[in-house]
């Protein structure tokens, strides 16, 4: 069993930055890959950002690519989502999530179905 607790939301001005936060409980932190989700407000919940076990596997959607950075510290098992450049689209409550990294997570990481065990969610308001 893994819980997931994000912090580090808020509100900010278009182009400024945030970092959030996921903290986990249990000692196989270092075992699972890590993502990042988000949900605005009457849309469908969409992939933001992951990352395996290797800190050199890390995987974004087109429309963060270039402005987020997904990184984990497994000694605090915690894995962030530092956010610059934000906009208005992404305003959103962003959600992390865990799923065991077996070898075919290439191949579905971008997939929320598949992971098992999710955050409360934190919001981000980005305002023009």
């Known amino acids: 069993q893994v819980q997931l607790v994000e912090s580090g939301g808020g509100v900010v001005q278009a182009g400024g930055s945030l970092r959030l936060s996921c903290a986990a409980s249990?000692?196989?932190?270092?075992?699972?890959?890590m993502g990042w989700f988000r949900q605005a407000p009457g849309k469908e919940r969409e992939f933001v950002a992951a990352m395996r076990v290797s800190a050199g596997n890390t995987y974004y959607a087109d429309s963060v690519k270039g402005r987020f950075i997904i990184y984990r510290d497994n000694a605090k098992n915690t894995v962030y989502l530092q956010m610059n450049s934000l906009k208005p689209e992404d305003t959103a409550v962003y959600y992390c999530a865990a799923e065991q990294d077996r070898a075919s997570y290439s191949t579905y990481y971008y997939l929320g179905n598949r992971y098992d065990y999710w955050g409360q969610g934190t919001q981000v308001t980005v305002s023009s």
């Open positions: 249990g000692r196989t932190f270092s075992t699972y890959a």
